[in-house]
């Protein structure tokens, strides 16, 4: 089976390279049931973060088969969202009751979530309620498959546990975590990698990283491919779950709500005419923008225009802030000051990863077919150049400094720097 990664490892001696967004240090309470505590996912979600020197201290309360409504009527998990001022409260219900009919989802299951939001919203308006879609049953949900036929088949109970949790998301201007969705790109990607322990419906270990993969891209921001920790998965499953998982978040942002109910600062541009930049941020809700060009100008505006003096690599900041959050992203981007130039230049911003920042290592994993890799200095002087033909490179004598990243693939397409610190 085709994987849709390719990797490459270039070690750079001398000092560590920081990652493109800042650490944080978030407060997580999960309230679920089995699907949550097996293999323990917020573990795997808390080291996942260490390894990027994030803080992600979470609780807990995961009953067996508990819905949302046990979960409005049990003291404990009442008395643990009024425990603190969490950043994000997870809920997941019972794993067949969100994919039955709409009508019986709209009187069982609907109104506890909203119930419970209220709870969550009344303790800390800030905290974001974040709603974990699971998956469909591997081969369907036989139990219930004689009185509603959607679910006879993972597709069908897939795509109804979907609607429901798209629902509980919309409704409570929630987040939703789309694990489920997951499940179902990495079963049409590679159907060797079982995600299923042997009753096809609660996770092996790989279903549960990837569901770990994808929550730390939801609270993080961050792309998970390169992340050193992978269990104990070996590190070609690992790196696929990894990719897997980002590919599902950032592929539908607005969908999962992210940039609507959640501040989310990543952005595109383009150069639209000589030394003028377009820029193009990922978010639609009610924000507070601040831009720094780079070049000593800002902006407040959502999609501001700006013109540059001279063509140059210029640092980039975005910051987005709704009265509770910001969140930042980070780029340097290349004016050209000619836009035939530029046509080709692409900020897909999540096409490669750098990683391995602790390690004195610049590690880079991508989804595309690279002909060459460019490491420029702060005054976009080429310091390093890499083929294809050899992916294995040291180099020495790299003063302190900021460094950035371009690669070039086979296809002449150049992709977006993203800055590292020596």
Known sequence: MKKYFTAALFIISQGAFAQQQPNVKLKILYLGNSYTYSNNLPDLVYQLGLRTADTLIYDNNTPGGYTLQMHFNNATS???????????VVLQAQSQEPSL?????????????LLLDSVIKNNNNCTRTVFFETWGRKYGDAQNC???????????MQQRLKESYKIFADTCKGIMSPVGEAYKLS???????????????HPSLEGSYLA?????????????????????????????LQN??????????????????????????QETAPLTMQCYNATSGNYTHHWDFGDSQQSSLQNPLHVYAQAAYYPMFHVVYDGCTRDSFYTVNNITGQTSINGNFQ???DEFIISNPALGQLSISSNLLISSLMIYNSLGQLVFIQTRES????????????????????????????????
């Open 78 to 88: 009442i008395s643990k969202i009024n425990a603190d001022t969490w950043d994000y």
């Open 101 to 113: 009919a709409p009508s019986t989802v709209n009187q069982n299951t609907l109104p506890y979530s």
């Open 146 to 156: 004689g009185s509603y036929q959607p679910v006879c088949t993972f597709s069908g």
């Open 187 to 201: 079963q049409s990607i590679d159907s060797t990698i079982n995600l299923y322990v042997t009753d096809n419906s």
């Open 212 to 240: 770990a993969c994808v929550f730390y891209k939801i609270f993080t921001h961050k792309n998970p491919v390169g992340n050193l920790f992978h269990s104990t998965l070996n590190a070609t499953t690992a790196t696929y």
């Open 244 to 269: 897997v998982a980002n590919t599902t978040v950032s592929d539908s942002l607005n969908t999962w709500n992210l940039g609507i109910y959640e501040p989310w600062a990543e952005f595109t541009w």
């Open 347 to 349: 900020t897909v911003s």
């Open 391 to 422: 992916f294995y490179h040291e180099t020495n004598g790299l003063v302190a400094g900021v460094y950035y990243v371009s690669l070039t693939t086979t296809d002449a397409k150049q992709y977006s720097m993203k800055a590292v610190v020596k």
